[in-house]
């Protein structure tokens, strides 16, 4: 295991020691579980440093612009809205629904990159207005 030292909001201390004493767990064992499953929530989320769309082929193009979150992560992040809405979720939980929200909002923003990339190629029609 590596030592890394972090510097964290006094808030985010509170509420790591309040889920801590709740799972009878230490402060550093909380932080490194949410950091556990946030990484493992975010897997697989789109990486915008990766080639930019620009450079990608025709084929590829069509495919961004036409992808979608998948589908185990779009089921939670329903399952996560509608609990947040009939009760209070749990910290672990409003970490991975931002987590699953932020992957949704990259993946959409790579899609937008796409369609207009897929427009400029003449690949596709615009979009109506």
Request: glycine letters at 6%.
């Amino acid at each position: 295991m590596t030592e890394v030292t972090l510097h964290l909001s006094e808030p985010l201390i509170a509420h790591a020691a309040k889920l801590g004493l709740a799972t009878q767990r230490d402060v550093d064992t909380v932080l490194t579980d949410t950091l556990e499953m946030l990484w493992l929530t975010i897997e697989g989320m789109p990486d915008l440093a990766e080639t930019s769309v620009a450079a990608l082929s025709n084929g590829q193009i069509l495919d961004l612009a036409d992808s979608k979150m998948s589908e185990a992560q779009n089921q939670r992040l329903g399952d996560l809205q509608a609990k947040g809405k009939a009760e209070r979720l749990d910290d672990a939980e409003r970490y991975e629904l931002l987590a699953l929200l932020q992957i949704y909002q990259l993946g959409q923003l790579r899609k937008s990159e796409a369609l207009a990339e897929a427009f400029r190629r003449g690949l596709c029609e615009p979009l109506p207005a």
